[in-house]
């Protein structure tokens, strides 16, 4: 019979010969705040979308609209929020869950936020008005397009000191006056049809619709149409020769169909229309 020491080695032996058995995979955590911080900043960023698109081909109004794009910048707030108190917990965390869903919704909420931030601060650093025009004194008419009933209505300054007792028209022009003090009528050395055929093919170029275009009588009306939203600004242009006869005086005026405020749109449109029109913006004489 074999000792006690040959047998343990005859075990021994048997069990090295034996293939170890194979490591038991661990289990992966659902990454549970990195999921909900991607769903909240996809989620803002698609709301978002979807209120502007769907104001723009009209399945509801664009105050509605306008209130899916805020309630969905603050979603993409919160996103940015929850991914920032996450990260910061993870850092004390023995086994920190994955990162990648984590930055990937912070990212997707960052733009969005960025995007939305841009109208945010337009809206607190330009007044809440919609109707801007190179003459204040004498704004071109609108002929063909129908000016806005409202136009005139919300316009600021009712409460203010310095503008108690004045009219709305009176509160427009001071308030223009302040914020677009360079918007002014310009002169171009060419004949009045001249330069309305020019206008007329820069606001082709710029995929206006144009309502009416008339170069012998120095007047175009058209409408612009924003890309989401599909808001829709209407444009005159009076083009009227100077009293020496030697070249125009142009005015322009853009108008928003809606809103309070324009959030600058109309003045950046004015701005940009004319110097491509003129080459040098100048002030008329």
């Known amino acids: 019979?074999?000792?006690?020491?040959?047998?343990?080695?005859?075990?021994?032996?048997?069990?090295?010969?034996?293939?170890?058995?194979?490591?038991?995979?661990?289990?992966?955590?659902?990454?549970?705040?990195?999921t909900l911080v991607l769903v909240a900043g996809a989620g803002a960023l698609i709301w978002g979308l979807v209120s502007a698109v769907g104001t723009g081909w009209g399945f509801w109004e664009y105050t509605s609209g306008l209130k899916g794009v805020t309630w969905a910048f603050f979603l993409g707030i919160g996103a940015l929020l929850f991914g920032i108190l996450f990260g910061w917990r993870a850092r004390k965390s023995i086994s920190p869950p994955p990162r990648t869903r984590r930055w990937a919704g912070m990212l997707i909420a960052l733009v969005y936020v960025g995007w939305v931030g841009t109208f945010l601060v337009s809206a607190l650093t330009v007044p809440a008005i919609h109707d801007i025009s190179t003459d204040l004194a004498d704004p071109p008419t609108f002929r063909t397009l129908q000016l806005r009933a409202d136009n005139l209505d919300n316009i600021p300054g009712a409460d203010d000191a310095e503008m108690k007792g004045l009219t709305p028209q009176q509160r427009w022009v001071t308030v223009h006056q302040k914020a677009y003090g360079d918007i002014r009528s310009v002169r171009i050395?060419?004949?009045?049809?001249?330069?309305?055929?020019?206008?007329?093919?820069?606001?082709?170029?710029?995929?206006w619709d144009i309502a009416v275009s008339l170069p012998e009588e120095g007047r175009l009306e058209a409408t612009e149409t924003s890309a989401f939203f599909r808001f829709k600004d209407d444009v005159v242009l009076r083009v009227r020769p100077t009293d020496t006869g030697e070249g125009s005086v142009v005015d322009m005026r853009s108008v928003s169909r809606v809103g309070v405020s324009d959030l600058g749109m109309n003045a950046k449109r004015v701005r940009s229309f004319l110097a491509d029109l003129t080459g040098t913006v100048t002030a008329a004489r």
């Open 1 to 34: 019979m074999n000792d006690p020491e040959t047998q343990a080695e005859q075990v021994d032996t048997v069990a090295a010969a034996q293939p170890a058995p194979p490591p038991v995979a661990e289990k992966k955590k659902f990454d549970f705040q990195g």
């Open 189 to 207: 050395n060419e004949p009045v049809p001249s330069v309305v055929a020019k206008a007329e093919r820069l606001a082709k170029d710029r995929g």
